[in-house]
């Protein structure tokens, strides 16, 4: 019985142990799994609001290992979220003596994990954790305790997706990775435990990565390789290119290759970057709105990267570009096109300056980082190798376009350590023509900066636009050089020591073909440019072959002062002007100080100046080459002038000298100059004495000597002109010319050697705008041929000098009726013709002159006096009582109006005394009222005047001829005539100037 019972308590026993292990059995294989098929989509949703399908669940209770297929979660709102084909879960009994959850194997099977951000710019992930119950807050913060013990022997992840989708973007972006696998060996939580890993991913457009190594958390420790292999850039981009103006127009790739290791157990983290290398290609970006290319860079590589955490060093062997090219574009705005394509969308595009009037506190310094926070910088080399950089400025007032093609850098050394100096060498070639070199060393802190510097043949034409407002030019050839060194300090912002040139300058006016100004070469030498003393300082200039091309337009228009841009002659700023202060104000303190400039001398070489005139009835041309001088230091702000000499050869024999000193800076203040032009060919001034005068040159040579004098504005000049063995042409019609008689102006000035002197001042104020030189000159030597010619005589008698200019050598004076030269006119006459010996090309016609009143009546006292003398002589009157000459003078007035008028005549002169009856003859009247009667009864015939001015123009000719020695050929009597002028003792006759055959 007890045996029975006993046996069927064990046999019991057994039973609930089948029962229980066919209970366990089940549960783990069946309703687990059953349960995890229906019970979780239900939580899923109803804590989630998510949609869960699972396909398979299985579940080993002896072996604790959990199989998960077909899982799939998706989002009500957004769609799929989540799914996989296989979930392997290995959980190791060994777990119970170890302490630790220890898993044999963690395995994820082509999982799919989509993110989604709606237009509402809600996430999927985001929206699913929101409808979570906000978790119960503790009573009491739990104590933060060491990391749960954990072992992962397997865990791999096979062939993932993950999808990126964001509709809140407005390009609707999207991104797929994959696939990627992962797979770690041995992780574990437990101390001195690390595992082993590697990840491996694809990326969009083919691009690979890898990252392998080891991992500990106990302490934390990693180390191993990452590799990153023809990443491409352009999906990227594509998420944040909507908020610039950029785009990317070819195939950028990344590659990326380190190795580190990361010791977080000490207090400090360590961490160790070695044998780093990087490469970028194909990156090319251009902006989105106009499609214009910004930056190229087909290649870009580094080599021999290294970081040290511990000593914030970060190394780096090499950084290579290959053939770079950058593209900049200065926009109307002032902005370059590169920094406006690359701001974020609705950034202020220029800054906002700070009002001069605004008060603004001192910005403190900022406060140096902690010890070990600087990022210390090396790197051994940095080469670019077929560079291009093009700049355009749209802002200038014409297109400026500069281009840099070939360039090459190497920068070898650099350190970013206080003390440390970088080599640097540059080269480019510009797209315009011409080269630039760079060389030497560069250190930035303390700055210190010193490069020789070479350029050769470099073409400025491209950035002349910049010079359009200030010079109305067009320029086709300007080439610069130079060689020197460039040094820059911490207390000298640029300082430039060497040499610099300008070279194959071509210019003309716009629209023209004609050369207007140009060198073959302007060489500085001994340049120094400081800055920070603000001082410019030339040793020497050579100016070779320069040339000038001056021009009148038959309007008058001087072509030179077309070279300045309309407006530029201050008469805009008039108004401006009248009302600003007299003198500037001196700088202040703090204030810039004026920049000086200081030149030793200026060496002109082999220079030529083609002056034409077009504004005359027949052109005119003049070359001066070659010209050759020296112009003495030249220094701003120094009181003492410039001196200047130059000498030139004009035309085919002519010579010109300049003289003198000037302020080159401010001429109208200081300026002794003397030009002097000597054997100038005067067949080519014919234009200019036909505008003058109307009359060409046949012949003649000129030497001018113009001197000029400027003091503050106020000019004084002296211009001297010697003409030799001049000879005027034929007569030619021109408006405007004066009506002078030149052939005896030219007589006049001619002297006894075929020479002209001739010296005219002119002086005027040059601040008054309406002040023009030349017109000056031409009206000033006219009036002084108008005063020689409208007083010939005056102007001999002034070359006889000793006061003799005072006598007027035009008249000669004889008494009434005669015809004998007095001493004072014989004298006159003997200083006429010492004159005219001296300006032999003169000849005089002498005035046969009478005055038919004042020589009729001496003509008519002669012969009465003769009549009276012949009948006295005769005896007539001489027997009776009473005068003579009375009684003559009686008979012949008897004779002449009947024997009663001496009676008549008497009683008119007679009166009857008061007191008296007996009338009285007044002796006095009655005798030279009878000598008038008598003279009018004299009868002068008219032939008896005309000899009488033969007469006295013969007396002056032969006295001119015996006495004065001049040739009879020279002088000539005119037909007689009524005297000029006379008074009443002397009757005058004419001389008149002429110019002989």
């Known amino acids: ?74 989002d009500p709102v957004s769609g799929p979220m989540l799914a996989f084909q296989r979930l392997v879960a290995d959980f190791s009994l060994s777990s119970a003596w170890r302490r630790a959850w220890t898993f044999g194997e963690l395995t994820l099977e082509q999982p799919a994990l989509r993110l989604h951000r709606g237009e509402d710019g809600i996430g999927n992930l985001q929206r699913m954790l929101d409808r979570l119950p906000p978790p119960a807050e503790p009573a009491e913060p739990e104590p933060e305790g060491d990391l749960p013990r954990l072992v992962l022997h397997d865990v791999s992840l096979v062939e993932g997706r993950l999808a990126i989708e964001d509709e809140a973007h407005p390009e609707a972006w999207s991104l797929a990775l994959g696939p990627l696998s992962f797979a770690m060996q041995d992780f574990a939580t437990l101390p001195e435990r690390q595992g082993v890993y590697t990840l491996e991913a694809t990326g969009p457009r083919g691009g690979r990565t890898r990252w392998s190594g080891s991992f500990a958390v106990g302490p934390l420790h990693s180390a191993g390789t990452v590799e990153l292999a023809n990443i491409a850039v352009a999906p990227f981009w594509e998420y944040v290119r909507h908020q610039y103006d950029a785009e990317l127009t070819g195939d950028a790739r990344l590659g990326l290759a380190f190795d580190y290791a990361f010791d977080g157990a000490g207090e400090t983290p360590q961490f160790r970057l070695r044998q780093g290398r990087a490469e970028l290609t194909g990156l090319a970006v251009a902006r989105a709105s106009t499609g214009e290319p910004l930056l190229d860079l087909p290649r870009v590589a580094a080599a021999g990267a290294e970081f040290d955490l511990a000593t914030a060093l970060l190394r780096v062997a090499s950084v290579d570009l290959a053939e770079p090219g950058l593209d900049l574009r200065r926009l109307a705005n002032g902005r370059l096109d590169l920094v406006a394509a690359l701001a974020p969308a609705g950034d202020d595009p220029l800054p906002v300056p700070v009002e001069a009037t605004e008060a603004t506190e001192p910005t403190a310094p900022a406060e140096p ?13 940095l080469r670019i190798d077929g560079g291009r950089v093009a700049f355009e400025d749209r802002a200038a007032p014409q297109p400026v376009r500069v281009e840099l093609q070939d360039l090459g850098l190497a920068v070898t050394n650099y350190r970013s350590a206080d003390g440390h100096s970088a080599a640097v060498e540059a080269r480019a070639a510009a797209a315009s023509g011409g080269t630039l070199a760079v060389s030497g060393s560069v250190r930035g802190a303390p700055l210190d900066v010193g490069l020789d510097v ?330 002084v041929l108008a005063k020689i010619v409208t007083a010939p005589f005056r102007f001999l008698a002034s070359l006889l000098g000793g006061g003799a200019e005072d006598a007027d050598l035009e008249f000669v004076g004889f008494v009434a009726g005669d015809a004998a030269l007095r001493g004072p006119e014989a004298e006159d006459l003997g200083q006429l013709a010492t004159a005219l010996a001296q300006r032999p090309e003169l000849a005089l016609q002498v005035g046969a002159a009478f005055d038919a009143q004042r020589d009729g009546r001496a003509i008519r006292q ?136």
């Open 454 to 783: 070479s350029v050769e043949g470099l073409s400025l034409v491209p950035v002349l636009p910049y010079a359009a407002e200030a010079m109305n030019l067009e320029i086709t050839s300007l080439l610069a050089a130079a060689a020197g060194r460039v040094t820059l300090t911490g207390d000298e912002p640029f300082v430039y020591a060497g040499t610099a040139s300008l070279r194959a300058l071509e210019s003309n006016l716009p629209g023209e073909d004609a050369r207007l100004v140009g060198w073959q070469a302007l060489d500085a030498e001994g340049v120094e440019l400081s800055l920070a003393e603000r001082a410019l300082r030339i040793g020497k200039i050579i100016a070779t072959e320069p040339f000038l091309r001056v021009l009148v337009n038959e309007d008058g228009a001087l072509n030179l002062a077309a070279i300045a841009p309309a407006g530029a002659d201050g008469s805009d700023d008039a108004a401006a002007a009248a009302t600003a202060p007299a003198e500037a104000p001196a700088p202040g303190p703090g204030e810039d100080a004026a920049f000086t400039v200081g030149i030793g001398s200026v060496d002109i070489r082999a220079a030529t100046m083609d002056f034409t005139d077009l504004n005359l009835p027949l052109p005119f041309r003049a070359l001066v080459e070659p010209m050759e001088g020296e112009i003495s230091t030249i220094t701003t702000g120094s009181p003492t002038p410039a001196r200047i000499e130059l000498d030139g050869d004009v035309n085919e024999y002519g010579a010109a000298t300049v003289r003198g000193a000037l302020d080159l800076v401010d001429p109208k203040r200081l300026m002794d100059l003397e030009l002097d032009f000597r054997n100038i060919e005067m067949e080519g001034l014919t234009p200019y004495t036909v505008k003058f005068a109307g009359r060409e040159i046949a012949a003649g040579r000129l030497d001018v000597d113009l001197s000029w004098s400027i003091r503050n504005g106020q000019l004084e000049s002296v211009n001297r002109m010697v003409i030799n063995e001049l000879e005027l042409g034929e007569r030619v019609e021109s408006p405007g010319a004066m009506s002078l008689p030149l052939d005896l102006a030219v007589a006049l000035l001619t002297d006894t050697e075929g020479r002209i002197d001739l010296e005219v001042p002119v002086s005027g104020d040059l601040n008054d705008p309406q002040f023009r030189y030349a017109p000056l000159v031409f009206k000033a030597l006219g009036n």
């Open 862 to 997: 002669r012969l009465l006096d003769e009549a009276i003398s012949a009948r006295f002589e005769a005896g007539e009157g001489s027997g009776k009582d009473g005068d003579p000459v009375r009684l003559i003078m009686e008979a012949m007035y008897a004779e002449a109006a009947g024997p009663e008028a001496p009676a008549t005549l008497q009683g008119e002169h007679s009166s009857i005394p008061e007191g008296s009856d007996k009338p009285v003859l007044d002796e006095s009247a009655y005798l030279e009222a009878l000598r008038a009667a008598l003279l009018e009864q004299q009868a002068v015939d008219p032939q008896e005047l005309r000899l009488l001015g033969l007469e006295r123009a013969a007396a002056v000719q032969n006295h001119l001829v015996e006495s004065g020695g001049l040739d009879p050929a020279r002088i000539s009597v005119a037909e007689p005539a009524e005297a000029p002028k006379a008074d009443e003792n002397l009757v005058f006759l004419q001389l008149e100037l002429g110019v002989g055959e």
């Open 369 to 381: 980082a902690g010890p070990g926070a600087a990022l210390a910088i090396e790197l051994d080399a």
């Open 1 to 74: 019985m007890r045996n029975w019972r006993e046996q069927a308590r064990l046999q019991g026993w057994r039973l609930w142990a089948v029962a229980a292990v066919l209970a366990y059995t089940l549960l783990g294989f069946l309703f687990l799994p059953w349960l995890a098929r229906n019970q979780a989509p239900k939580l899923a949703q109803e804590h989630l609001g998510v949609d869960l399908a699972i396909e398979k669940v299985r579940f080993n209770p002896y072996l604790f290992k959990l199989t998960v297929e077909g899982l799939s979660v998706e």
